[in-house]
Each structure stands twice: as structure tokens, then as C-alpha cells.
């Protein structure tokens, strides 16, 4: 890689894809993977969800190095989780894993939906094959944390069923906010959203569909929990997010329609476009 990890702040898309993984011919400049994003920042690994695309994170590291990292769960439905079994590092005694996540579907502490639903209940795991050091962390919107002596990080309460939790992510002046999943409200853009993004430098956003997708009378999104690119573009320029991020594309969305989407998010900003899975973005 040609950055250095000791000195940038710089975010990497795993898995992009919403809902379910949409692997294909039609899909391949994009990507089919599920949510997970890495934030590497100043040699720190945070990757927030645990999607299919958790895997193609795993492809890139060493078996034989020792794997230092922290996780963040927005919420626990399976385009989020479903990767975790996968991720090798967590069968090594070599890795230190330090997991968050909040309470919002069942009133779980993110430890049991952790161990007992994502690593028991729902993969063929063995007991005692998962060897790292796991420490668990219970998180709640409008919570703000430091970790690592200098990351700090805010949450913030995000609109999609059984609930989820936007995260807000600092270091020194750069500023990376990850909001997905959420659906905006009908009357007014998100306060939660607004305050969380405020002058960032960066806002990934829940984009599934395009207004004309959400409104469809014949096949309706409203209520499913996501949102548009429009909508998601109005709530960056109402916050002066430096850069809009469009993610967690509908599964059904080829890169033709991804394509078309992105040359309408140029017409509105230099600085707005898609997410593609493998995409490295210095902050």
C-alpha cells in the first residue's frame, strides 16, 4: 500500500452492497459485498460492520502477524454481521479484538449478540475455536468516547426498524461520519444525522434507493429503513460535509444504474460520488 499507516487518516470500502451480498457480471465494478468499512488512522484499525465484505478485509492480512483492532456494529441485521464468522483473526491467539455495538434490537448487550447470535446461533463454529481477545463495549446514541488516546467518537440515533446507531469519527481536525442504515423523515432532513455530520469531512450515507425508487406507488420504499441519494445529498450541504459518500447500494442496482446515479451526483458536486468496493480514500 502507498500510504502510510502511521500518519494518514484514510478509510477503505470492503463491502458496499445493501441488504443482501449481489454477487455478478453486473455487479463488478462496483461490488456484490455487504457493509464493512476500515478506518485506518495513524496505524489503528476501526472497521464498522460486519458485512461479507469483512472476508475481503481478511484476504489482505498476514496469518502470522498479530491483528490489533476495534469494531463497530451500527445494528445486528445479517447484511451487517454476516462476515464475522469468517474473519480469521478472531480464531489466533495473536489477535486483540475490542468490540462495540449498541443495544437497539433486542436490549442485548453487544457481548451476547456478539457471541451467542453472530458466532454460535448463526455460524457452524465449534465452541473454543474462537481464541482472540475479545473485550466488548455497550454503546448508546448521543455517546461520545476516545479511544486510543486521541480517536474520538460520537453516535448518534439513526431511523431504521429494531433501530441502529450512526458513528461520527475525529482525529486531529479530519472528521469521517458513517451513517448507515436510515431512512429520512418525510417533513424535515435528520436532526440526528444533521448534528453528527456537522462540518465533516467525509459522510458515508445509507443511499439505497433514488426518490423516484422510494416513491414508486407501485412498489413503495417507505418504511423499509433507507433512504436516496437526493435525500442524503440535501443533508450534506445542510451540514457542510466537505465530501458525500453514496453506500449501501440496493442489491438489484447494477453498475450501469450505479454509473447513471454517480453522473447526476457530479452535476450536483465535484466532491459527491459512489462508493466502490476495494475504493481508498485518504480523508
Same mark, same amino acid.
Not at 502511521?6 to 458496499?16: K, N, P, T
Not at 449498541?102 to 442485548?108: A, E, L, R, V, W
Not at 418504511?223 to 436516496?228: A, C, E, K, L, V
Not at 454509473?259 to 450536483?268: G, M, N, Q, V, Y
Given at each position: 500500500?502507498?500510504?502510510?499507516?502511521?500518519?494518514?487518516?484514510?478509510?477503505?470500502?470492503?463491502?458496499?452492497?445493501?441488504?443482501?451480498?449481489?454477487? !455478478?457480471?453486473?455487479? =463488478?465494478?462496483?461490488? &456484490?459485498? #455487504?457493509?464493512?468499512?476500515? /478506518? *485506518?488512522? !495513524?496505524?489503528?484499525? =476501526?472497521?464498522?460492520? &460486519?458485512? #461479507?465484505?469483512?472476508?475481503? /478485509? *481478511?484476504?489482505?492480512?498476514?496469518?502470522?502477524?498479530?491483528?490489533?483492532?476495534?469494531?463497530?456494529?451500527?445494528?445486528?441485521?445479517?447484511?451487517?454481521?454476516?462476515?464475522?464468522?469468517?474473519?480469521?483473526?478472531?480464531?489466533?491467539?495473536?489477535?486483540?479484538?475490542?468490540?462495540?455495538?449498541?443495544?437497539?434490537?433486542?436490549?442485548?448487550?453487544?457481548?451476547?449478540?456478539?457471541?451467542?447470535?453472530?458466532?454460535?446461533?448463526?455460524?457452524?463454529?465449534?465452541?473454543?475455536?474462537?481464541?482472540?481477545?475479545?473485550?466488548?463495549?455497550?454503546?448508546?446514541?448521543?455517546?461520545?468516547?476516545?479511544?486510543?488516546?486521541?480517536?474520538?467518537?460520537?453516535?448518534?440515533?439513526?431511523?431504521?426498524?429494531?433501530?441502529?446507531?450512526?458513528?461520527?469519527?475525529?482525529?486531529?481536525?479530519?472528521?469521517?461520519?458513517?451513517?448507515?442504515?436510515?431512512?429520512?423523515?418525510?417533513?424535515?432532513?435528520?436532526?440526528?444525522?444533521?448534528?453528527?455530520?456537522?462540518?465533516a469531512d467525509?459522510?458515508?450515507?445509507?443511499?439505497?434507493?433514488?426518490?423516484?425508487?422510494?416513491?414508486?406507488p407501485r412498489?413503495?420504499?417507505?418504511?423499509?429503513?433507507?433512504?436516496t441519494w437526493?435525500?442524503?445529498?440535501?443533508?450534506?450541504?445542510?451540514?457542510?460535509?466537505?465530501?458525500?459518500?453514496?453506500?449501501?447500494?440496493?442489491?438489484?442496482?447494477?453498475?450501469?444504474?450505479?454509473?447513471?446515479?454517480?453522473?447526476?451526483?457530479?452535476?450536483?458536486?465535484?466532491?459527491?460520488?459512489?462508493?466502490?468496493?476495494?475504493?481508498?480514500?485518504?480523508?
Amino acid at each position: 500500500m502507498s500510504t502510510s499507516l502511521s500518519s494518514q487518516f484514510l478509510i477503505r470500502f470492503w463491502g458496499v452492497r445493501g441488504s443482501i451480498p449481489a454477487p !455478478g457480471k453486473s455487479t =463488478l465494478r462496483y461490488g &456484490g459485498n #455487504t457493509s464493512c468499512i476500515e /478506518l *485506518c488512522i !495513524g496505524g489503528r484499525r =476501526l472497521i464498522f460492520d &460486519g458485512g #461479507t465484505g469483512l472476508r475481503s /478485509l *481478511c484476504k489482505t492480512l498476514k496469518d502470522s502477524d498479530p491483528f490489533r483492532g476495534f469494531m463497530f456494529f451500527t445494528h445486528y441485521h445479517w447484511d451487517h454481521i454476516q462476515g464475522v464468522p469468517f474473519f480469521t483473526p478472531i480464531f489466533s491467539d495473536n489477535c486483540h479484538l475490542t468490540v462495540y455495538g449498541n443495544h437497539t434490537n433486542t436490549g442485548d448487550p453487544v457481548e451476547k449478540h456478539f457471541t451467542e447470535r453472530i458466532l454460535r446461533d448463526s455460524a457452524p463454529l465449534m465452541q473454543g475455536e474462537v481464541k482472540a481477545k475479545l473485550e466488548f463495549n455497550d454503546l448508546y446514541p448521543g455517546e461520545k468516547i476516545v479511544i486510543d488516546g486521541d480517536i474520538e467518537i460520537r453516535t448518534g440515533q439513526l431511523n431504521h426498524p429494531n433501530g441502529a446507531m450512526g458513528y461520527r469519527v475525529t482525529w486531529g481536525d479530519k472528521t469521517v461520519v458513517y451513517a448507515t442504515d436510515t431512512e429520512h423523515l418525510p417533513d424535515r432532513l435528520d436532526e440526528n444525522i444533521l448534528e453528527l455530520a456537522d462540518g465533516a469531512d467525509m459522510l458515508v450515507y445509507d443511499a439505497m434507493y433514488t426518490d423516484e425508487e422510494y416513491h414508486n406507488p407501485r412498489s413503495s420504499k417507505v418504511g423499509w429503513g433507507h433512504s436516496t441519494w437526493q435525500e442524503g445529498a440535501k443533508l450534506a450541504e445542510a451540514a457542510g460535509v466537505e465530501r458525500f459518500v453514496v453506500f449501501h447500494h440496493e442489491p438489484n442496482h447494477s453498475d450501469d444504474v450505479l454509473d447513471a446515479i454517480e453522473i447526476e451526483l457530479k452535476s450536483r458536486s465535484k466532491h459527491f460520488f459512489i462508493a466502490r468496493e476495494g475504493m481508498e480514500v485518504v480523508v
